[in-house]
């Protein structure tokens, strides 16, 4: 029987062949519990991946438009517009 190690809490434990192939080579839970805890711990770093790319997208828009965007980001740049 192959051995996963729980992503969520990290102990040792047996799955079956048949799971371990439908696994695709990722370590699968130890009980349903710790896989109820994965999919929450999947959506808060999904979330935080989100907001981390929102933030790098306003700030590289900063960076290409100048200073005067900082006022607003859904403002027109005045200074754009000659
Ligand atoms: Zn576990």
Redesign the pocket.
Known sequence: MPIHV??????R?EVSSVLDRLAYGRFL???P??KT?LAGLVRRRTLAEMAEAAGRLRRARHAALGDCTLRSDMQACPDGLK
């Open positions: 729980c992503p969520v809490c990290g102990r434990h839970t130890c009980s519990k710790c805890s």
